[in-house]
């Protein structure tokens, strides 16, 4: 009950809407509907939320995109057995679709494919209970994607081989330290 209090009067201090403590039901019960609560909300921030990075695309690495793919492919099965009305499947499976698209493009526009996956996170928060390689997968796609984007927001001094030849050893030791 605590962990609800703390994280419903948080998502009320930073205006997040659609978070409150369920009262009705066993203390299991309520939990279980404040998680579904809680993955909306968090579906509906990333769906919102505006790419800090410059032009918003990034040009994935082909083991990461191969291995997003294979994610998606897992959450696509995932769907296929969750007991969903029809079309709530048919939508999800649009949106994964877009996403596949997304991440096929030779630069990956990172905020679009994160707003076409937040739905079809939430459809799999929403009717699994018991299966979480759905939000594994999920999750490790953000994950990635996340990875991408920070390489590619804060690129660091990458040297060629000819020129790590060319850089200087380091300096001998000056003191020798405890035999």
Request: hydrophobic share 40%.
């Amino acid at each position: 009950m605590r962990y609800m209090d703390l994280i419903a009067t948080l998502a009320a201090e930073h205006k997040v809407g659609g978070i409150q403590v369920p009262s009705n039901g066993t203390l299991d019960d309520r939990l279980a509907q404040f998680e579904i609560l809680t993955e909306r909300a968090k579906a509906k921030i990333w769906s919102t939320g505006l790419p800090e990075y410059p032009l918003g695309r990034v040009r994935l690495a082909n083991d990461v995109k191969s291995t997003i793919l294979s994610l998606a492919a897992e959450i696509e099965q995932q769907l296929d057995g969750l007991e969903v009305c029809e079309r709530r499947r048919t939508l999800a499976h649009k949106r994964l679709e877009a996403f596949r698209k997304e991440i096929n493009q030779p630069q990956t526009r990172v905020g679009a494919a994160l707003q076409q996956l937040a739905p079809v996170a939430t459809v799999l928060a929403m009717a699994t209970t018991t299966l979480a390689q759905g939000l594994d997968a999920a999750a490790e796609i953000q994950r990635l994607l996340g990875a991408e984007q920070l390489e590619a927001s804060q690129p660091e001094l990458r040297l060629t081989e000819e020129e790590k030849k060319l850089l200087l050893p380091p300096p001998p030791k000056q003191i020798e330290g405890p035999k």
